[in-house]
């Protein structure tokens, strides 16, 4: 079963915009991770955050995490043609590298 | 530092056929799993190992089997192929301080 519901589903902005994509999960977790996979490709890490971090950023990246809620956001910052692809986040609930993943969001980043 | 790989890129299968699909590593990771993606979905863990001679199993282990007899590979194998099994799979590797994944490039697999 997916652990994890992201919203939307597919997301379409103009180059230059924030691009923000939510993450909802079921139970307890270890850590929330974001991985990118563009079209045909395998899965690229982006960010890692931990169940006792609230936010981290990486370059134009932002995620957020709010555990009381069973949530997390990443916000991409002034969006680029190549950002375009699918976002996924994925929990670990026991750090012990079992990721349960979502269904991800279909980003497109029209120039 | 070729990192993950995985062979063949494309398969095709008849139903009832058996394959192995191959995934190696050179990170000198301890964990590797294997993942299915579905069109439209997210990945579902297949089977997974902790180091060689350890596996175990993920949330859609029936019709695939696995062995890891050393650090570096990890084979997934379909013992008599459904189409249901039509996919792409995915093997990925962890370990150290890390608890990031790194993912190999895919097998797109079709039975028909």
């Known amino acids: 079963s997916q652990q994890g519901e992201e919203d939307p589903q597919a997301l379409s902005i103009q180059e230059g915009e924030n691009a923000t994509m939510n993450c909802s999960y079921k139970?307890?977790?270890?850590?929330l991770q974001w991985y990118r996979q563009n079209s045909g490709r395998g899965l690229v890490h982006l960010i890692l955050i931990r169940s006792n971090e609230r936010e981290k950023h990486s370059g134009r990246l932002r995620v957020t995490l709010d555990t009381s809620k069973k949530s997390s956001s990443l916000l991409i910052t002034a969006s680029r043609a190549a950002d375009t692809a699918s976002y996924f986040c994925a929990t670990d609930e026991e750090g012990a590298q079992k990721l349960v993943f979502g269904q991800g969001t279909r980003l497109t980043i029209n120039p | 530092n070729a990192g993950v790989t995985q062979t063949p890129k494309f398969q095709v299968l008849k139903t009832g056929q058996s394959m192995t699909l191959q995934c190696a590593q050179d990170m000198n990771h301890e964990y590797m799993s294997w993942y299915r993606q579905d069109p439209g979905m997210g990945l579902r863990l297949i089977h997974y190992?902790?180091?060689?001679?350890?596996?175990d199993q993920g949330e859609v282990p029936n019709g695939y089997n696995v062995s890891r007899s050393t650090t570096e590979d990890f084979p997934l194998r379909l013992l008599s192929a459904a189409p249901s099994q039509t996919s792409v799979y995915f093997c990925a590797t962890g370990g150290g301080n890390e608890d990031t994944q790194y993912f190999g490039p895919g097998t797109r697999l079709t039975v028909l």
């Open positions: 190992s902790v180091g060689a001679g350890i596996t």
């Open positions: 139970t307890s977790i270890n850590n």
